[in-house]
T-cell receptor, first 116, second 116 residues
Framework: DTGVSQNPRHKITKRGQNVTFRCDPI?????LYWYRQTLGQGPEFLTY????????KSRLLSDRFSAERPKGSFSTLEIQRTEQGDSAMYLC??????????????FGPGTRLTVL | AQSVTQLGSHVSVSEGALVLLRCNYS??????LFWYVQYPNQGLQLLLK??????LVKGINGFEAEFKKSETSFHLTKPSAHMSDAAEYFC??????????????FGTGTKLQVIP
């Protein structure tokens, strides 16, 4: 169990540029989540995948955001035409499913995005 | 809708003193409750979780939390603070979502400062 990994850890970009983040979940976990965390706040849910299917998206996920999990393993989160308000920590989590008592989410280290 | 409220955005304790971080929840169904810890520029690490078994839950690093239904509380404690406990702590509640996964809602966090 190597844990959830995310790359890059930090990203600085100019407003209007596109950025893409990657998340590699724990290998046996079929559920994957993306969250956004702004300063002074707890993580807020963005989207959820079960295997390769994106089953839920938050209203926070505007049209400029897109997430994929093409083979049910790693996932990418892309932000197009970045805005300064997109500056945040983007966290990925994974879980194994299997029922409420076992479906605990484990988090990666996050990608901190700064939009200048 | 489920929610958690963390009382006190900042808590300071002396090294060796009792740590008490407060969390109250609101949930329409029996809750599953969690405490996560986040060190600077890191992701969230699970400290402990309550899943309707024992009301006193022991976690890692000497932390424990007690579920009190009558008070709708899930406060986190540690008998003796260590310098390495300085971090931000998040209380969270989960519920079964319409998408079949555990929808986790986080509090706004409590930053713990340990004074030597």
């Amino acid at each position: 169990d190597t844990g959830v990994s995310q790359n890059p850890r930090h990203k600085i970009t100019k407003r209007g540029q596109n950025v893409t983040f990657r998340c590699d979940p724990i290998s046996e976990h079929n559920r994957l989540y993306w969250y956004r965390q702004t300063l002074g706040q707890g993580p807020e849910f963005l989207t959820y995948f079960q295997n390769e299917a994106q089953l839920e998206k938050s209203r926070l996920l505007s049209d400029r955001f897109s997430a994929e999990r093409p083979k049910g393993s790693f996932s990418t989160l892309e932000i197009q035409r970045t805005e300064q308000g997109d500056s945040a920590m983007y966290l990925c989590a994974s879980s194994r499913g299997g029922g409420r008592s076992t479906d605990t989410q484990y988090f990666g280290p996050g990608t901190r995005l700064t939009v200048l | 809708a489920q929610s958690v409220t963390q009382l006190g955005s900042h808590v300071s304790v002396s090294e060796g003193a009792l740590v008490l971080l407060r969390c109250n929840y609101s949930s329409s169904v029996p809750p599953y409750l969690f405490w996560y810890v986040q060190y600077p520029n890191q992701g969230l690490q699970l400290l402990l979780k309550y899943t309707s078994a024992a009301t006193l839950v022991k976690g890692i690093n000497g932390f424990e939390a007690e579920f009190k239904k009558s008070e709708t509380s899930f406060h986190l404690t540690k008998p003796s603070a260590h310098m390495s406990d300085a971090a931000e702590y998040f209380c969270a509640v989960s519920d079964e979502s319409s998408g079949g996964y555990q929808k986790v809602t986080f509090g706004t966090g409590t930053k713990l400062q340990v004074i030597p």
